[in-house]
């Protein structure tokens, strides 16, 4: 449910993996705060919705089109350098 919902609310799959394992930590550390006032689903809704809406802002900032992926960096220098 985590991971979808991330991958449907970025459209990446890596950002959605890292989202995932991101939220997994927050729920660790925040799950006495839930108050249980609305269904467990919901909250996690709602806690994956924030990080991904503060996840889009910061790629915004950043200019994420502008961003290389490391595995294709790694790909590049090594097809570059004739290794």
Do not use: K, P
Request: glycine share 4%; no cysteine; proline share 0%.
């Amino acid at each position: 449910m985590v991971y979808q919902l991330s991958l449907h609310l970025l459209g990446d799959q890596q950002e959605a993996l890292d989202l995932s394992q991101e939220f997994f930590l927050r729920v660790f550390r925040t799950l006495g705060q839930f108050r249980g006032q609305s269904a467990l689903r919901t909250w996690i809704y709602r806690v994956v919705a924030t990080q991904a809406s503060n996840r889009r802002r910061w790629w915004r900032r950043r200019h994420q089109s502008q961003q290389v992926a490391l595995d294709q960096h790694v790909r590049t220098s090594v097809t570059a350098s004739g290794i």
